[in-house]
């Protein structure tokens, strides 16, 4: 089921792009943008960078928009950032993953957005790397903060990404179910099944019982953002979209909102 069969109202929304301004910034830790493009690439190919003046923000859907992708790079985490205006800038994201992982451990990355995207890493060498503003053609999506979840709670990244792996042994959906203080996650085919009981939670909430059912294929993606944080935020309710969040606390988070594969 695709994310805009829920209350929300979607419309094309044109990419804006400002000519006649600058924004530029000087960001020390490269790892956060880029293993952040590493997970969001897997499910979207070009999105609108959004540049505030708390930090930088990209909100975007995959094309099937089974899956919506919310990230944010707060001003916090630069050791400068020079804003004037509310900039719109497109971008292809594998193209800039591609350039991001060109950037050596100790690196530091400088970013000015003007008529093109302009990447400087200075380190035992200077290289600069361009790419340019595209048009970007998106969906304008609900305010996915205001979404109401009946279950949620905190898991060890490592542990949820074992989880998904072995769901996907026998399946390509797997089942969340919330009850009695704890979750069970499964899968089963015609000839295999799994049962995970996780008890180790944090930050435990549910105000009734929850079940739904998500794809392994796409959980498969999203999980790879678990080198960003050693726990990450679930969050979900019965046949509802599911929230899952990494965090680096003053620096930047990560949130995927995942519709649900309902059950006939």
Do not use: W
């Not at 990447?119 to 361009?130: A, V």
């Amino acid at each position: 089921m695709a994310l805009n069969q829920y209350p929300s109202v979607y419309k094309k929304l044109e990419t804006i792009i400002l000519f006649d301004i600058m924004f530029s910034a000087i960001l020390e830790d490269t790892g956060i943008l880029r293993e952040s493009m590493a997970s969001i690439a897997e499910l979207i190919d070009e999105a609108e960078l959004v540049i505030r003046q708390d930090g930088i923000k990209l909100v975007s859907s995959d094309r099937a928009v089974v899956v919506v992708v919310d990230f944010f790079l707060d001003k916090s985490g630069f050791r400068e950032y020079n804003y004037s205006t509310d900039m719109r800038a497109g971008v292809n994201l594998l193209n800039l993953l591609r350039i991001l992982k060109r950037a050596g451990t100790d690196d530091i990355m400088e970013i000015k957005v003007d008529k093109k995207i302009e990447l400087k890493f200075k380190g035992s060498s200077s290289r600069k790397f361009t790419l340019p503003i595209i048009d970007v053609s998106k969906e304008e999506l609900p305010p996915i903060d205001k979404l109401d979840f009946a279950s949620s709670f905190e898991i060890n990244s490592d542990i949820l990404s074992s989880a998904v792996d072995d769901t996907d042994l026998v399946s390509d959906t797997l089942l969340f179910l919330t009850a009695d203080n704890k979750v069970i996650i499964n899968a089963d085919s015609d000839q295999s099944a799994v049962e995970l009981e996780i008890t180790s939670l944090k930050d435990f909430k549910s105000s009734e019982s929850s079940r739904a059912r998500y794809s392994i294929e796409y959980l498969k993606k999203i999980i790879k953002a678990k080198k960003m944080s050693d726990f990450v935020s679930v969050a979900y309710s019965t046949d509802f979209p599911m929230r899952i969040l990494f965090s680096v606390p003053g620096k930047s988070r990560l949130s995927f909102i995942l519709a649900p594969r309902v059950e006939e």
